[in-house]
């Protein structure tokens, strides 16, 4: 009966946070076989740690944590194809309107680009901060000091600033 209750938590938490696992398998996978490969490997490692959950963290910061190791697991062992982020819904717009967004387009595409091109730890960080978590959440989730994420932070952006004048340039 406790396996019983435990499932049942386990799978309504997940189905709250699916989106957790929506957006890591989307920035870490390019093909939709390896997404659906990647979310179950995430859902699989999520259930057979769920026991360890001590609620010390948020359920989602925890649920972070394990989906974003698993993904950069999965991400070196398959890193013969580059991963995409996707930073936007599916886009469902009329064309007449699409027309009227190419340029913002253009440059969440480019934004997206130097985003897969950077390393593991830098894509997490940048995945979570595009998702407005805290500092102090992203360092939780990924182990490190929050000083640690500010400056990080704050390089990547420097980084991606500059690339984007030197493309606008």
Same mark, same amino acid.
């Given at each position: 009966?406790?396996?019983?209750?435990?499932?049942?938590?386990?799978?309504?938490?997940?189905?709250? $946070?699916? &989106?957790?696992?929506?957006? %890591?398998?989307?920035?870490?996978?390019?093909?939709?076989? @390896?997404?659906? @490969?990647?979310?179950?490997? %995430?859902?699989?490692?999520?259930?057979?740690?769920?026991?360890? #959950?001590?609620?010390?963290?948020? #359920?989602?910061?925890?649920?972070?944590?394990v989906?974003?190791?698993? !993904? %950069?697991?999965?991400?070196?062992?398959?890193?013969?194809? /580059?991963a995409?982020?996707?930073?936007?819904?599916?886009?469902?717009?009329?064309?007449? /309107?699409?027309? @009227?967004?190419? !340029?913002?387009?253009?440059?969440? $595409?480019?934004?997206q680009?130097?985003?897969?091109?950077?390393?593991?730890?830098?894509? !997490?960080?940048?995945?979570?901060?595009?998702?407005?978590?805290?500092?102090?959440?992203?360092?939780?989730i &990924?182990?490190?000091?929050?000083?640690?994420?500010?400056?990080?932070?704050?390089? %990547?952006? @420097?980084?991606?600033?500059?690339? #984007?004048?030197?493309? $606008?340039?």
């Amino acid at each position: 009966m406790m396996i019983q209750n435990n499932k049942k938590e386990f799978l309504n938490r997940i189905e709250e $946070h699916k &989106l957790i696992i929506y957006k %890591i398998c989307n920035s870490y996978c390019k093909n939709q076989y @390896d997404r659906a @490969d990647l979310q179950q490997e %995430i859902t699989y490692q999520l259930w057979r740690s769920y026991g360890q #959950f001590n609620g010390n963290v948020k #359920f989602s910061t925890w649920m972070y944590r394990v989906a974003l190791n698993v !993904a %950069i697991t999965f991400y070196r062992k398959t890193k013969k194809s /580059k991963a995409i982020i996707q930073l936007t819904e599916p886009d469902n717009e009329p064309e007449d /309107k699409k027309e @009227d967004n190419t !340029a913002l387009e253009k440059n969440i $595409h480019t934004l997206q680009q130097f985003i897969n091109e950077l390393k593991e730890l830098d894509k !997490a960080l940048m995945i979570l901060y595009l998702e407005e978590k805290t500092y102090n959440e992203i360092a939780e989730i &990924l182990g490190i000091t929050e000083t640690n994420v500010a400056t990080r932070i704050s390089r %990547i952006k @420097d980084k991606l600033k500059q690339r #984007f004048s030197i493309l $606008h340039n």
